[in-house]
């Protein structure tokens, strides 16, 4: 039997486990061309709360009933394809259940390298990490001597993003949550600076770490974050838009930045980006990487939860702030 979590509810403000139904369906038979994928682990993003709502954008959006979208990592457990035997290691949009058809139609399947681990096939090389890469490179262009901050910085994609910058000669600075965030991004990760929004007095000790202004904002928040970070923009920024973590679970009307006229003053530059736009560049991405990992300028951390049915609260946990780098749910052992 394969165990699935499906979409049951729309969601209304934060995510909760009612909007999502646990059922057991057959695992599907094995089809010509096709693959059944034993699914291991899955990854979470806050992307997912948008995928649950009667939205299209960039992503067609779920209906009440489906399985929920995921990706994930696993193994190829049986195969009529030539292209994915047995024991092959894959990433792919899996969803939310144990066990994947994958049909020779589907979206891609992409082969988990030797010696990377599935944690790192779904975080520091999967869409986070190359969100990261992209978002930086493609939109930030950061330059050595630049003030580069981020936030959203203790996530799994803002944490690769200010490493990044710092590897490229920048003064990073982080905007995060909590305290123990802070102490993380500064001592084990090498960011310069690190600054807790939920003090009363974060601006100014914003202000004071990025003397002369922000010449590089990378965006994950959205919402007073943003608007504060545009008021210290120096001239010529450029301003990466990724997430807009505080608005997802948020039911009040949004309303845009007050701060925003600050990029014409500063002739200035704000730009948003989706990463499936940057998919055909994936694998280059990963070279260019690969030696920034193995020299420890990129340091890359999962929060790791284990079981199947641990899922929606795993997803809920990254709204409350409690994960720290890449949050992923181990489904099942690797095959020994």
């Known amino acids: 039997m394969n165990r699935q979590f499906l979409l049951a509810a729309r969601p209304h403000g934060m995510v909760k486990r009612s909007d999502f139904k646990l059922v ?6 094995i089809e010509d061309d096709s693959c059944l994928v034993k699914v291991q682990c899955m990854g979470l993003e806050p992307a997912m709360r948008g995928w649950m709502e009667n939205r ?12 929920m ?12 394809s030539t292209n994915f035997p047995v024991g092959t290691r894959v990433t792919g949009s899996f969803g939310w259940q144990e066990y994947f058809l994958h049909r020779s139609d589907d979206a891609p399947l992409q082969i988990i390298p030797d010696g990377v681990s599935l944690d790192e096939a779904l975080g520091v090389f999967g869409l986070t990490g190359m969100t990261a890469w992209f978002g930086v490179n493609e939109i930030g262009k950061p330059k050595s001597g630049d003030v580069f901050v981020v936030s959203s910085a203790a996530g799994a994609t803002g944490s690769i993003a200010g490493q990044l910058a710092r590897a490229m000669g920048c003064r990073v600075v ?21 600054i807790n929004y939920t003090h009363q007095d974060w601006p100014q000790r914003l202000k004071k ?7 590089v904002y990378f965006d994950n928040a959205g919402g007073d974050v943003l608007n504060v970070a545009l008021d210290q923009i120096s001239d010529g920024a450029r301003i990466v838009l990724c997430g807009g973590i505080s608005r997802y679970n948020s039911t009040a009307a949004q309303t845009g930045p007050e701060n925003y006229f600050n990029l014409i003053f500063r002739r200035a530059k704000m730009e948003g ?13 990963i070279s260019s990487m690969k030696p920034l990992i193995a020299s420890g300028q990129l340091k890359h951390k999962a929060t790791i939860t284990d079981g199947f049915e641990a899922l929606p609260d795993a997803l809920i946990s990254i709204f409350e702030g409690t994960n720290i780098g890449k949050q992923i749910v181990c489904i099942s052992p690797p095959s020994a």
């Open 24 to 29: 057991k369906k057959p695992t599907s038979a």
């Open 209 to 215: 770490a990025c003397s002369g202004g922000i010449d």
């Open 56 to 67: 299209a954008d960039y992503i067609a959006p779920l209906e009440l009933g489906d399985v």
């Open 69 to 80: 979208r995921g990706f994930g990592a696993g193994e190829v457990i049986e195969s009529k």
């Open 273 to 285: 980006f989706i990463v499936l736009d940057y998919a055909s560049k994936f694998n280059s991405a």
């Open 174 to 194: 982080g905007i995060t949550s909590t305290d123990e965030k802070c102490q993380w991004l500064t001592d084990s990760i090498g960011f310069n600076a690190a």
